[in-house]
């Protein structure tokens, strides 16, 4: 028995010590990562972060953040100590709860800038990629209408989903109805 609280003992000095010399690895070790990004399509917050005196401290703001409805992802530099918040295309960030849950978790956080989801974030064939039996029809314009259309009717099923999930200790029918 004594012999395996010394190897757990030195197991714990190892991390502490490797931990000490490289702080940006606890993230990694306390799994603060579940593969998503913040990426151009989502709606992003920049938020400046105060508090934070180690890497555990990004995972922790990272968790507290992660759990706000209506956010994707969230990137925590440390070394800027600032928050990159994403949240989906159709739907604004829910910044006051964002900032609620940083501070919920023992920061401080202040927005400092808004970026809007790009409209053609996603890869298109650019004109001279495009094969030559098939004439380039579309326009910026054309693109534009449609993201203004798609927008306008996410708005409502942001609308719809709000009310939905609003509506606690309630029962809840769902019934989806198909143009055409």
């Known amino acids: 028995m004594m012999t395996l609280n010394k190897v757990m003992l030195w197991g714990v000095t190892v991390l502490a010590v490797a ?71 159709c739907c604004p960030l829910p910044k006051q709860k964002i900032l609620a849950a940083i501070s919920e978790a023992g920061y401080e956080g202040e927005l400092t800038k808004e970026i809007p989801a790009r409209v053609n974030a996603s890869p298109t064939l650019k004109n001279s990629q495009q094969p030559s039996s098939v004439p380039d029809t579309t326009t910026n314009t054309t693109h534009e209408n449609n993201a203004q259309s798609l927008h306008d009717l ?13 509506a606690k200790d309630t029962v809840r029918v769902v019934l989806l109805v198909s143009p055409g």
């Open 19 to 89: 931990f000490l010399f490289f702080p940006s690895y606890v993230g990694a070790f306390l799994g603060n990562g579940d593969g998503s990004k913040v990426t151009e399509d989502m709606n992003r917050a920049v938020i400046k972060l105060d508090g934070m005196t180690c890497e555990a401290c990004a995972a922790n703001v990272v968790n507290a953040v992660r759990k706000v409805s209506g956010v994707l992802a969230v990137e925590v530099d440390y070394a800027k100590s600032e928050a990159i918040v994403g949240s989906e295309f």
């Open 154 to 166: 996410s708005r409502d099923a942001r609308e719809f989903r709000q009310a939905f999930n609003d």
